[in-house]
DNA sequence: CACAAATATTTTAAGTTTGAAATATCTTCG
DNA sequence: CGAAGATATTTCAAACTTAAAATATTTGTG
């Protein structure tokens, strides 16, 4: 019964409304989500000559201070391994993170901020949300919160299934 | 400065609370749009052999079957130039569009989708309409409505000076 | 007409991203 | 112990992406 309602639900062999309103409900998440993302790119590599990648990556560490796993970063940030090895790459040759190795185990590694990661990232982290305020200076406290509910019941069924 | 509600507004140097929420909502939009990116895109692959960026184009030519100039591609993509240029000499290389001189300006060309282009996105189109609504199958219409209608306001302020 | 400015597109260099293969290490179990 | 499998990460090739430079063409102006 994963049957969307499509094919079976109306009688004639079109899509029905509600998959085409979800289709559009799609569709408008992706032009917001690509407009704010090329308006926030732009700020960060004037203002900050940097990347989102590596802002985000800055923004998980400074939530973990003591550090995560490669594959822990990549879990969080719902990218491939290889691609935080490549962005951890540039942030260790910026001076922003280091890898550490971590006890008993020498297949992984722990990256963390340095002290000049922390700050650097402190210091963005305020101009970035007073940036995304901006870009959302439209978006009411109550419209916020309704936004944010109705998103949260599409990502938690596409939740990756836990493994206990 | 052009300073936002952050630091003038509250009292304390914090950010506002609206400011947060609208953050946060931020953060909550760029989630649910990795993860159904990374869905689709994995079934792209799997299903089609193909690629999301082929898909989209496909998708706005279909829209408009006399073809589209690349700028014009681009900017219904929001996509750079030099970007479209590759993805569309791969659609060529499949025989799924095909470029053409514009009468008058040789500077310019159309792409239009070739035959085999049209057949193979119209039956690509509904299996990814389903995808879609059983993605955003806990997404009720009235909330589907609600989340189209909110998204709307943040990209019409963040809307490119028109010229209809 | 000549030539500067504007426009359309491609090319280029650098970075991001993926999925798969390769490495290195750890764990399990015969 | 030692091989087999599991796990953590990196490497790799291909594709995508951008911003800027280059190319080609058209348009506007004197």
């Known amino acids: 019964m994963d049957n969307s309602q499509g094919l079976a639900g109306q009688g004639g062999n079109e899509t029905s409304d509600l998959s085409k309103a979800r289709l559009r409900a799609w569709l408008q998440i992706l032009k917001v989500s690509r407009k704010i993302e090329g308006e926030l790119r732009e700020k960060m590599r004037v203002e900050f000559g940097s990347t989102l990648p590596r802002f985000d990556v800055l923004a998980a560490l400074y939530r973990e201070r003591d ?13 491939s391994n290889g ?3 490549g962005i951890v790459d540039r942030l260790v040759a910026e001076g922003l993170v280091v ?9 992984a590694s722990i990256v963390r901020l340095t002290e000049a990661g ?7 982290a305020l101009v970035h949300e007073s940036w995304v305020s901006d870009l959302f200076s439209d978006l009411s406290s ?3 919160d309704a936004l944010i509910r109705i998103l949260r019941t599409i990502s938690h069924h ?3 299934p836990h493994h206990d």
């Open 99 to 107: 890898r550490l190795p971590v006890e008993n185990d020498r297949r």
């Open 158 to 160: 596409n939740e990756a």
């Open 67 to 79: 550090g995560m796993r490669m594959s822990e970063l990549s879990k969080s940030l719902m990218v």
């Open 142 to 144: 109550s419209d916020a």
């Open 118 to 124: 922390e700050k650097d990232f402190a210091e963005r």
């Open 83 to 85: 691609n935080v090895t």
